[in-house]
Each structure stands twice: as C-alpha cells, then as structure tokens.
T-cell receptor, first 112, second 114 residues
Framework: AQSVTQLDSQVPVFEEAPVELRCNYSSSVSVYLFWYVQYPNQGLQLLLKYLSGSTLVESINGFEAEFNKSQTSFHLRKPSVHISDTAEYFCAVSARNEKLTFGTGTRLTIIP | NAGVTQTPKFQVLKTGQSMTLQCAQDMNHEYMSWYRQDPGMGLRLIHYSVGAGITDQGEVPNGYNVSRSTTEDFPLRLLSAAPSQTSVYFC?????????????FGEGSRLTVL
C-alpha cells in the first residue's frame, strides 16, 4: 500500500520569502509523485509531477520539487512567494497503478 | 470545453434521505473517480472507474454507490445519508487508466447531512 505524509498542516510565510512544503511517501514499488494546488472554493489543479528522468521538476509559476528516492521525499519549494500563492497544497503518490493517494494538505498563508 | 462538471454545488439532506451527485466530463477520459475532502484528512478515494461498465471501490466506499453507463457520466449515489457523510465531494477524471496522467477536478459539491 502507498501513503503520503505532509507534516505541516499550515505554513505562514512573509511575502517574497522562500518556502518549503514537505512531503514524504511510502511505497514498496516505484512511484509517480504529484503536487496539486487548491485555491479557495475551487477544485484541485496539477502544479507539477515526477514520473521519471530528472529528479528536479518545475512548474510554470516558479515552484519546484525534487524527488529524493533515498529519503522518500518530494518537497515543494519556491524561492520567493507572492500573495497569489495563498492556497492549500496537496502531495500525492501513485504506485504506477490507477489509484492516486493524497496527503492531508498544507495550507500556505502569505503574510504581506 | 467544459472539463469536469459537477451538480449540485450545494445540497442539504436529512439523515436517511438519498440523493445523487452528478459528474460529467467532455474530454473522452477513460478514468473517472470520486473523492471526499474533510478537514485534516485530505482527499480520500470513494470509488473509481476505468471505463464504461467498470467500477471499483476506493478507500472509503461504504454508504456510496456508483455506476458508469457511458464514458462521460459517473454519478455518485448516497443510499441513506448520514451526518458522517457531510463533506465536500470532488469528481476527477484523466485520459489514461494507469497513473501518471493529470487528474482534472470538478469544482466540488458541498453536502451537509442534518
């Protein structure tokens, strides 16, 4: 069985400061890894994903995540956050089958 | 292109009532799924389908039924609503059956069971 742990339920960050949202996963087989973002009163949207190849993946709005197999982690980072980044972020894992398992989410709050 | 459409957006039920949450996608996606979102618990998979006529249970299937008579539609039925089913429900679909592809989500249906 696969599982995802997001240790931080809430992360407050000052505007233009860097942020890291942590994600650890558990699986006995190779996995696909995802970050989804949920803006207030909306459904989730894909932010970025790791399937294979380069362990560093980037999104179009400045976020990046690095797959670390030895630490079973897929932390999300951004060097400088903006007010518009206020949202809830979900890490998810799929053990290359049809089911996608989500973490409990991290609420990112940007402080002006 | 509407994407994934869920109806209704809001619903209040009394304990014991039944209802159906509708989900339709116009992207010809084979895979469709229903999740519920509860505070502090993230999204949990209720049921999913890998094509017309094929459905399977997810992590929390009890109290819910699904069917997939067409590629486009994947309704979720609550047989006898309970307060524990108060939640926000999301329908999601993707093109491929196997994991790796992007899941497209509807805007959600907020259900309150009194």
């Amino acid at each position: 069985a696969q599982s995802v742990t997001q240790l931080d339920s809430q992360v407050p960050v000052f505007e233009e400061a860097p942020v890291e949202l942590r994600c650890n996963y558990s699986s006995s087989v190779s996995v696909y890894l995802f970050w989804y973002v949920q803006y207030p009163n909306q459904g989730l949207q894909l932010l970025l994903k790791y399937l294979s190849g380069s362990t560093l993946v980037e999104s179009i709005n400045g976020f990046e995540a690095e797959f670390n197999k030895s630490q079973t982690s897929f932390h999300l980072r951004k060097p400088s956050v903006h007010i518009s980044d206020t949202a809830e972020y979900f890490c998810a894992v799929s053990a290359r089958n049809e089911k996608l398992t989500f973490g409990t989410g991290t609420r990112l709050t940007i402080i002006p | 292109n509407a994407g994934v459409t869920q109806t209704p957006k809001f619903q209040v039920l009394k304990t014991g009532q039944s209802m159906t949450l509708q989900c339709a996608q116009d992207m010809n996606h084979e895979y469709m799924s229903w999740y519920r979102q509860d505070p502090g618990m993230g999204l949990r998979l209720i049921h999913y389908s890998v094509g017309a006529g094929i459905t399977d249970q997810g992590e929390v299937p009890n109290g819910y039924n699904v069917s997939r008579s067409t590629t486009e539609d994947f309704p979720l039925r609550l047989l006898s609503a309970a307060p524990s089913q108060t939640s926000v429900y999301f329908c999601a679909s993707r093109l491929e059956i196997a994991g790796g592809g992007e899941l497209f989500f509807g805007e959600g249906s907020r259900l309150t069971v009194l």
